[in-house]
Structure formats: structure tokens, C-alpha cells
């Protein structure tokens, strides 16, 4: 029988500090046991166990929201503001490539090191589509605009190094995953720009100010099925076009007037992991043929309160 034998993490105290230390991308041998290789005093088997944790746990690393081709509908009874009345949008990934960087710090009496922040990145290449009509001539033809789209999705992921006792072979080192952040994903050269996420439901009142913040496993945002969410966004203009986003679905914020975005939307009614994402556009993104794609979201992690996210906790 095994058992975890660990005091309280304190990986989320020194994870400012770990962005300084000694960093990898290339995993070596599990079977290398030899003393630290560099690396902030990290081991051969310290930089494979921390590449598996990440390889192996999916769902605490991707996410599905950002690149689902699902269209959003512009309501056509209020179509805004420009030169073009828009209809609607949707994205096609034509590529995706993908690195992941590791920092280890916070070492023991050995030099080991026992907490570790691995960064996800990835490099989204499509094409935003754009339905269009002209805002003069309502039953003019449609037509469809096409824009490169040139994303950068990161995701931060918090590790620690638990010390595993065995009967048969005495005491060994186990690394897992016990955190994780939201994701950004910014386009090149954006000025769209997210400053905060509001979120209510229930009891349930937190704002977040950085996507990639570090939450632990047991720490995510949590809804009741079916429960009323409120989600109110902050940007640094007044008139961006703001999206809420989920599996399957798209759908506008209110605009109100003064840089802040608001919307309802029902808590899902299954259990489990999950995200909901924001989405806001510079808003020529939207409304002119010529306006290259300007975009920025903000994707967090939820679970939903009546079932149990499968994910290990610690």
C-alpha cells in the first residue's frame, strides 16, 4: 500500500520566484537516477516524471472553447455601430504547435528541487470568418471575410515532488500536478485588452485580474448545476465586442457604456471539469472588411458542484 508523505505545499508562495530559475524543455531518461544535471538542481528522472505529469493529465492542460468552430449569430434587431453590419463569426484552425517550458526551484537538503511551474504554449494558426452586409442596404448580398488569424495560447501548470513509501522497495519521489492556471490567448499584435473577469453565482464572488494565475486543484470556481451565473468584464475600451464562450455555444455581452461588459448565462448541469471562456474583439474586428483580427480571451476553469472533476487532488 502506498501513501503520500508530504507537509502543506507551499508551491504557491515561491511560484514568483521559480520564473527565475533554471528551465527545460527536453525531457530526459526516467532511468538516469544519477545526482542533479543543472537545471536548479533538477535529476534526469526529476525532468521526465515532471514531463509525464504534464503529458498525462489532458484535461488539466488543454481545453477545447478557444479553437470549437461553433458560429456566433449577431442580433440583427441591434447590429452596432460601422461601416458593415456584421452577422456572424466563426474561427478554422489550420495549424497548431506546441512547447512546454519547465522551472524548478525551491530544492531540498539535497538540492533536489521540490516544486516545479511547467508553461504551455501554443501557436494557433487559422482563419477568422467574418459574415457581412452592408449597414446601408440591409438586403444587399452577403458576403464572407476571411483574416489570417495568428494566436498565442499559454497555460501555467504548478508541480510538486511528494515523497512515496513503499513496503517492498523503501522510499522513492513522485511528482504530480497540483495546480493550474486559466489561459490567455492573444493575437499578434493585439490591442484588445482584458483587464478583469467578475464572476457570481450564488455565494460565489471573485474577480480575477490574470488568467494565469495559479489556483490549486481543490480551488477552482465552482457552479451548481443549473445555477444563475453573472459574468461582468472589464477592458481597457468602450467599444469592444466582448463574447462569452463555451463548448457549443456563442453569444454576445451587453455593452455598458463604459468599458465594463456584462452577461447572464446558466451553470451547466453535469459534473466535472470544465471552461467557459471571454473573448473580447477591438472592435473593427467585427464591423470593418479591412480591420485585421484583434483578439483576446481569457479562459478559466470551473467545476461543476454536483459531480466530482476527475482529476487527482491533493
Known amino acids: 500500500m502506498k501513501k503520500l508523505v508530504a507537509s502543506a505545499l507551499t ?53 477545447n472553447v478557444f479553437v470549437d468552430a461553433t458560429p456566433m449569430m449577431f ?82 501548470l504548478a508541480l510538486h515532488r511528494f515523497r512515496v513509501v513503499t513496503d517492498s522497495t523503501g522510499t522513492r519521489s513522485l511528482w504530480r500536478i497540483v495546480g493550474t492556471s486559466g489561459v490567455l490567448v492573444t493575437s499578434a499584435g493585439a490591442t484588445a485588452n482584458i483587464q478583469s473577469v467578475r464572476i457570481q453565482a450564488g455565494l460565489l464572488d471573485t474577480t480575477i485580474t490574470d488568467p494565469l494565475q495559479l489556483h490549486r486543484l481543490r480551488r477552482f470556481p465552482c457552479f451548481r448545476g443549473l445555477e444563475l451565473v453573472h459574468l461582468t468584464v472589464t477592458t481597457s475600451r468602450n467599444d469592444d465586442v466582448v463574447v462569452f464562450c463555451r463548448l457549443g455555444d456563442r453569444r454576445p455581452f451587453v455593452n455598458n457604456g463604459d468599458g465594463t461588459y456584462s452577461i447572464d448565462f446558466m451553470g451547466w448541469d453535469f459534473g466535472g471539469l470544465g471552461h467557459l471562456g471571454v473573448n473580447a474583439f477591438a472592435n473593427g474586428t467585427i464591423t470593418s472588411d479591412t480591420y485585421p483580427y484583434d483578439s483576446q480571451a481569457w479562459l478559466m476553469p470551473f467545476v461543476a458542484r454536483d459531480g466530482e472533476a476527475q482529476v487527482d487532488h491533493h
Open 11 to 63: 508551491l504557491f508562495l515561491v511560484a514568483a520566484a521559480l520564473s527565475g530559475c533554471g528551465k527545460t524543455t527536453k525531457p530526459a531518461s526516467p532511468t538516469d537516477t544519477g545526482g542533479p544535471v543543472g537545471l536548479n538542481g533538477a535529476t534526469a528522472v526529476d525532468i521526465a516524471q515532471t514531463g509525464d505529469a504534464v503529458a498525462s493529465h489532458p484535461a488539466l492542460v488543454d481545453e
Open 75 to 156: 442580433d440583427l434587431a441591434h447590429p452596432g455601430p460601422g461601416l458593415h453590419r456584421p452577422l456572424r463569426w466563426w474561427r478554422t484552425i489550420d495549424s497548431t504547435s506546441k512547447t512546454v517550458d519547465f522551472a524548478y526551484g525551491d530544492p531540498d537538503s539535497l538540492g533536489r528541487p521540490t516544486n516545479a511551474i511547467a508553461t504551455v504554449h501554443r501557436h494557433i494558426l487559422g482563419k477568422f470568418h467574418l459574415v457581412i452586409a452592408d449597414s446601408t442596404a440591409p438586403d444587399s448580398l452577403r458576403r464572407i471575410v476571411v483574416k489570417p488569424l495568428d494566436d498565442s495560447w499559454t497555460r501555467r
